[in-house]
Protein backbone atom coordinates (compact mmCIF):
# COMPACT_ATOMS: atom_id res chain seq x y z
CA UNK A 1 0.00 0.00 0.00
CA UNK A 2 1.35 3.30 -0.88
CA UNK A 3 1.57 6.54 1.53
CA UNK A 4 -1.04 8.22 -0.69
CA UNK A 5 -3.75 5.13 -0.61
CA UNK A 6 -2.90 4.64 3.51
CA UNK A 7 -3.11 8.71 4.35
CA UNK A 8 -6.96 8.54 2.32
CA UNK A 9 -7.78 5.70 4.53
CA UNK A 10 -6.26 7.04 7.85
CA UNK A 11 -8.18 10.11 6.69
CA UNK A 12 -12.02 8.56 6.48
CA UNK A 13 -11.27 6.27 9.46
CA UNK A 14 -11.22 9.54 11.98
CA UNK A 15 -13.73 10.96 9.40
CA UNK A 16 -16.04 7.58 10.50
CA UNK A 17 -15.07 8.17 14.23
CA UNK A 18 -15.99 11.74 14.20
CA UNK A 19 -19.35 10.69 13.11
CA UNK A 20 -19.50 7.84 15.32
CA UNK A 21 -19.21 10.17 18.37
CA UNK A 22 -21.56 12.48 16.64
CA UNK A 23 -24.31 10.33 16.41
CA UNK A 24 -23.81 9.48 19.94
CA UNK A 25 -24.07 13.03 21.01
CA UNK A 26 -26.46 14.06 18.84
CA UNK A 27 -28.42 10.98 20.50
CA UNK A 28 -27.87 12.15 24.40
CA UNK A 29 -28.32 16.01 23.58
CA UNK A 30 -30.07 16.27 20.89
CA UNK A 31 -29.13 18.54 17.59
CA UNK A 32 -29.54 22.07 18.87
CA UNK A 33 -27.51 21.65 22.24
CA UNK A 34 -24.61 19.22 21.13
CA UNK A 35 -21.83 21.37 20.19
CA UNK A 36 -18.86 20.41 18.29
CA UNK A 37 -16.83 20.59 21.54
CA UNK A 38 -19.19 17.84 22.50
CA UNK A 39 -18.64 15.79 19.92
CA UNK A 40 -14.91 16.21 20.79
CA UNK A 41 -14.41 14.80 23.23
CA UNK A 42 -17.06 12.16 22.93
CA UNK A 43 -14.63 11.30 19.44
CA UNK A 44 -11.36 11.82 22.05
CA UNK A 45 -9.94 14.39 19.39
CA UNK A 46 -9.45 18.22 19.83
CA UNK A 47 -12.07 20.81 18.60
CA UNK A 48 -9.45 21.49 15.99
CA UNK A 49 -9.31 18.10 14.36
CA UNK A 50 -13.17 18.29 13.86
CA UNK A 51 -12.61 21.20 11.98
CA UNK A 52 -10.15 19.62 9.63
CA UNK A 53 -12.63 16.96 8.30
CA UNK A 54 -16.24 19.11 8.99
CA UNK A 55 -16.36 22.78 9.05
CA UNK A 56 -19.61 23.03 11.30
CA UNK A 57 -22.20 21.78 13.19
CA UNK A 58 -24.54 21.42 10.10
CA UNK A 59 -21.78 19.60 8.20
CA UNK A 60 -21.31 17.06 10.37
CA UNK A 61 -25.09 16.10 10.81
CA UNK A 62 -25.76 16.49 7.27
CA UNK A 63 -22.63 13.57 6.61
CA UNK A 64 -24.94 11.40 9.04
CA UNK A 65 -28.28 11.87 6.76
CA UNK A 66 -26.37 10.85 3.30
CA UNK A 67 -26.08 7.29 4.91
CA UNK A 68 -30.08 7.17 5.29
CA UNK A 69 -30.59 8.82 1.62
CA UNK A 70 -27.90 6.04 -0.14
CA UNK A 71 -29.94 3.15 2.06
CA UNK A 72 -33.40 4.37 0.84
CA UNK A 73 -32.03 4.70 -2.88
CA UNK A 74 -30.57 0.78 -2.62
CA UNK A 75 -34.16 -0.14 -1.18
CA UNK A 76 -36.22 1.93 -3.93
CA UNK A 77 -33.92 0.59 -6.63
CA UNK A 78 -35.18 -2.96 -5.78
CA UNK A 79 -38.37 -2.30 -5.61
CA UNK A 80 -38.53 -0.13 -9.15
CA UNK A 81 -36.57 -2.60 -10.93
CA UNK A 82 -38.56 -5.71 -9.68
CA UNK A 83 -40.92 -5.79 -13.13
CA UNK A 84 -41.51 -9.36 -13.70
CA UNK A 85 -42.31 -10.38 -9.62
CA UNK A 86 -44.69 -7.31 -9.06
CA UNK A 87 -47.62 -5.58 -10.27
CA UNK A 88 -47.47 -1.33 -10.21
CA UNK A 89 -49.97 -1.71 -6.98
CA UNK A 90 -48.13 -4.51 -5.17
CA UNK A 91 -45.23 -1.89 -5.69
CA UNK A 92 -46.63 1.00 -3.62
CA UNK A 93 -47.19 -1.62 -1.18
CA UNK A 94 -43.53 -2.42 -1.13
CA UNK A 95 -43.04 1.24 -0.69
CA UNK A 96 -44.47 1.69 2.23
CA UNK A 97 -42.19 -1.09 3.58
CA UNK A 98 -39.37 0.68 2.77
CA UNK A 99 -40.30 4.07 4.47
CA UNK A 100 -41.13 2.13 7.35
CA UNK A 101 -37.79 0.55 6.61
CA UNK A 102 -35.81 3.83 6.32
CA UNK A 103 -37.45 5.12 9.49
CA UNK A 104 -36.35 1.96 11.63
CA UNK A 105 -32.65 2.17 10.09
CA UNK A 106 -32.08 5.58 11.90
CA UNK A 107 -35.21 7.13 13.60
CA UNK A 108 -32.78 10.13 15.08
CA UNK A 109 -30.92 10.96 12.40
CA UNK A 110 -34.30 10.80 9.99
CA UNK A 111 -36.47 13.18 12.01
CA UNK A 112 -33.53 15.96 11.97
CA UNK A 113 -32.71 15.36 8.49
CA UNK A 114 -36.36 16.07 7.56
CA UNK A 115 -36.11 19.09 9.85
CA UNK A 116 -32.59 19.32 8.31
CA UNK A 117 -34.60 20.07 4.80
CA UNK A 118 -37.09 23.02 5.60
CA UNK A 119 -34.98 25.47 7.09
CA UNK A 120 -31.79 27.68 6.54
CA UNK A 121 -28.92 24.74 7.24
CA UNK A 122 -28.92 23.68 3.74
CA UNK A 123 -26.97 26.96 2.92
CA UNK A 124 -24.04 25.96 5.51
CA UNK A 125 -22.80 22.69 3.63
CA UNK A 126 -20.08 22.86 1.41
CA UNK A 127 -21.07 22.63 -2.41
CA UNK A 128 -19.32 18.92 -2.31
CA UNK A 129 -22.33 18.02 0.13
CA UNK A 130 -24.80 20.03 -0.87
CA UNK A 131 -24.45 18.20 -4.22
CA UNK A 132 -24.29 14.93 -2.78
CA UNK A 133 -27.55 15.60 -0.96
CA UNK A 134 -28.97 17.08 -3.37
CA UNK A 135 -28.40 14.30 -5.84
CA UNK A 136 -29.54 11.18 -3.80
CA UNK A 137 -33.04 13.13 -3.08
CA UNK A 138 -33.39 13.61 -6.68
CA UNK A 139 -32.62 10.10 -7.76
CA UNK A 140 -34.99 8.57 -5.01
CA UNK A 141 -38.07 10.87 -6.23
CA UNK A 142 -36.97 9.78 -9.62
CA UNK A 143 -37.29 5.97 -8.78
CA UNK A 144 -40.83 6.02 -7.13
CA UNK A 145 -41.22 8.67 -10.09
CA UNK A 146 -40.69 5.38 -11.90
CA UNK A 147 -42.86 3.25 -10.16
CA UNK A 148 -45.92 5.50 -10.88
CA UNK A 149 -45.07 6.00 -14.28
CA UNK A 150 -45.46 2.55 -15.07
CA UNK A 151 -48.43 2.25 -13.45
CA UNK A 152 -50.03 5.22 -15.84
CA UNK A 153 -48.60 3.65 -18.68
CA UNK A 154 -50.59 -0.39 -17.90
CA UNK A 155 -53.08 1.60 -17.32
CA UNK A 156 -53.19 0.87 -13.35
CA UNK A 157 -53.12 4.13 -12.25
CA UNK A 158 -54.93 7.65 -12.84
CA UNK A 159 -52.83 9.39 -15.38
CA UNK A 160 -51.07 11.85 -12.78
CA UNK A 161 -47.36 13.93 -13.85
CA UNK A 162 -45.34 10.80 -12.00
CA UNK A 163 -43.05 12.96 -10.35
CA UNK A 164 -46.02 14.82 -8.62
CA UNK A 165 -46.70 11.58 -7.21
CA UNK A 166 -43.54 10.54 -6.20
CA UNK A 167 -43.58 14.31 -4.10
CA UNK A 168 -47.01 13.68 -2.56
CA UNK A 169 -45.81 9.97 -1.42
CA UNK A 170 -42.66 11.93 0.52
CA UNK A 171 -44.66 14.22 1.60
CA UNK A 172 -47.36 11.79 3.86
CA UNK A 173 -44.19 10.06 4.78
CA UNK A 174 -42.32 13.11 6.31
CA UNK A 175 -45.52 14.49 7.55
CA UNK A 176 -46.25 11.29 9.53
CA UNK A 177 -43.10 10.90 11.36
CA UNK A 178 -42.96 13.99 12.36
CA UNK A 179 -46.37 14.24 13.58
CA UNK A 180 -45.45 10.89 15.43
CA UNK A 181 -42.53 11.54 16.57
CA UNK A 182 -44.06 15.22 17.99
CA UNK A 183 -46.94 12.99 19.81
CA UNK A 184 -43.73 10.78 21.29
CA UNK A 185 -42.40 13.44 23.40
CA UNK A 186 -46.26 13.80 25.38
CA UNK A 187 -46.46 9.83 25.39
CA UNK A 188 -43.32 7.93 24.72
CA UNK A 189 -44.90 4.73 25.38
CA UNK A 190 -46.90 4.53 22.27
CA UNK A 191 -45.64 4.40 18.54
CA UNK A 192 -48.73 4.42 16.01
CA UNK A 193 -45.99 5.11 13.28
CA UNK A 194 -46.18 1.62 11.24
CA UNK A 195 -49.96 1.53 12.24
CA UNK A 196 -50.61 4.98 10.46
CA UNK A 197 -48.42 4.48 7.66
CA UNK A 198 -50.37 1.76 6.56
CA UNK A 199 -53.53 3.25 6.75
CA UNK A 200 -52.27 6.53 5.02
CA UNK A 201 -50.85 4.38 2.02
CA UNK A 202 -54.11 1.81 1.74
CA UNK A 203 -55.54 5.63 0.97
CA UNK A 204 -53.42 7.03 -1.43
CA UNK A 205 -53.10 3.59 -3.54
CA UNK A 206 -57.24 3.85 -3.41
CA UNK A 207 -56.53 7.52 -4.52
CA UNK A 208 -54.03 6.71 -7.36
CA UNK A 209 -55.75 3.60 -8.74
CA UNK A 210 -57.44 4.11 -12.08
Known sequence: MGIQERKKRE??????????????VFSVRG????????????????????????KNKDELFSSLSI????????RLE??????????????IEELRDVMYDV???????????????????LKNLSPELLSSLKELSRNSLGLMADIFEEGIEKGDFIDRHPMALADIVWAIFSGIVLWEESKRLINDNKNYLKETLKIAFEIFARGVRK
Open 78 to 91: HVASSEKELDPLEK
Open 31 to 54: FNKATMEDIAKEAELSPGTLYLYF
Open 67 to 74: RILQYLNL
Open 11 to 24: RERRRQQIMVAAKR
Open 103 to 121: YEFDPLILVNMFHLQSSDT
